[in-house]
């Protein structure tokens, strides 16, 4: 599969006014499933889960839905930036699991918080959900249409994932981060983002039931086809490949060089595709958010929850320059350049 950040939608700034992420949260399930858990479900070991994925751990929701990680999350980055529920006039939710395809799980966030100013919607980008969402808010705000908006990526992957297939079900976890975006108030910034899909890779990822194309019956559930299912060495080899280009391409037309990155936020698929990542940019690993050990692959909660972890451990100080990078189903991609 071939793909380049050429046809990449470059969102660089005209005319937009200066937008900030002013705080961050997250939101995870109390239970945990780790590989020894594993070991009792499905015929894999220890070993073969680190040595491949440098997975641990992941944590799965006991009985919540997706609304109610995203809430969490959405609590935390209002707190973080000092601003009460009432004020927020944009909620936007990346998730592709949703708690119902109907209502959106915002119209769940925004009673849940008390938003009660706030339009919303939801928006589904795979893997790049939030990066997506995040591009979404700070078009909005920095075109003056709301003055605010909370982006939150948050996925149940638990509810996709196929626990007697070995090969996925020790790669993801449930999880929700969340950002809250605003007019600057310590000289941070937003810089730059790029998005792009490329629909020839649309079948590498996919759960082939449960959707228009092919409605749940009792036949699509017993062949267990409303789980995903994936090419997984393709989108190995996709993922490495793009996620040097996003952060390349975001630094070179802004500027700036790999030495002027304190921190990349990369998705958390693999810890192989961020140590082959990181070595392609000539970037420590040391400089390279990494939670994905404890939390697995989360969809469109990777991000913002490897983000808030980052901001909460002082990985991530005022000044500092951060990019983030997503890539995943779709396949889609995206990048963003922030002066914090
Ligand atoms: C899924 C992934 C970890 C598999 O690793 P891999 O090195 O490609 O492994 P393979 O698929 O080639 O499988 C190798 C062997 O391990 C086996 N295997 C797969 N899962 C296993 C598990 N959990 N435990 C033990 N063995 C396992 C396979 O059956 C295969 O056995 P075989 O050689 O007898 O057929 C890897 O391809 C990957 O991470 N891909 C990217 C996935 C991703 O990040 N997706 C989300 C993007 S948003």
Redesign the pocket.
């Known amino acids: 599969m071939q793909t380049s950040v050429d046809r990449d939608w470059t969102i660089s700034p005209p005319r937009l006014r200066p937008v900030a992420v002013l705080g961050t949260g997250s939101g995870v399930p109390p239970r945990t499933l780790t590989n020894a858990d594993l070991e009792g479900m499905?015929?894999?070991?220890d070993e073969?889960?680190v040595t491949?994925?440098g997975i641990r751990e992941r944590r799965l929701v006991d009985g919540q839905a997706t609304s109610d990680l995203a809430i969490a999350a959405a609590e935390q980055a209002l707190l973080a930036a000092g601003v009460e529920a009432d004020q927020v006039e944009l909620i936007l939710v990346a998730t592709v699991t949703p708690d119902e395809c109907c209502p959106p799980v915002a119209c769940r966030v925004q009673a849940a918080l008390g938003a009660h100013r706030a339009a919303g919607f939801d928006l589904s980008a795979?893997?790049s959900g939030f990066m997506n969402a995040l591009m979404t808010g700070h078009r909005l705000v920095g075109a003056g249409a709301f003055a605010n908006c909370l982006v939150i990526g948050a996925d149940t992957m638990s509810a996709l994932t196929d626990y007697e297939r070995?090969?996925m079900c020790?790669?993801f976890g449930d999880a929700a981060g969340a950002t809250y975006l605003g007019e600057p108030r310590d000289g941070g910034e937003i810089l730059d983002q790029l998005v792009g899909i490329d629909g020839r890779g649309a079948e590498m990822?996919m759960a082939p039931a449960g959707g228009s194309r092919r409605p749940a019956t009792l036949e699509t559930v017993a062949r267990r086809e409303h789980f995903l299912q994936?090419n997984?060495?393709e989108?190995?080899k996709f993922?490495v490949q793009k996620m040097p280009e996003i952060v390349e391409t975001l630094l070179g037309r802004n500027g700036y060089s790999i030495d002027d990155l304190t921190l990349l936020v990369p998705?958390q698929?693999?810890l192989?595709?961020l140590e082959a990542g990181a070595k392609r940019l000539g970037l420590p690993l040391e400089r390279v958010m990494i939670n994905v050990d404890r939390y697995g692959?989360t969809?469109s909660g990777s991000v913002p929850l490897a983000l808030d972890e980052a901001v909460r451990t002082g990985r991530i100080r005022r000044g500092d320059l951060v990019c983030l990078a997503s890539?995943?189903?779709g396949l889609s991609w995206a990048g963003s350049l922030i002066r914090w």
């Open positions: 499905v015929d894999t070991t073969w889960i491949r994925t795979a893997c070995r090969d020790v790669l990822i994936m997984g060495k989108v190995f993922a998705h698929a693999n192989r595709i692959n969809a890539f995943g189903g």
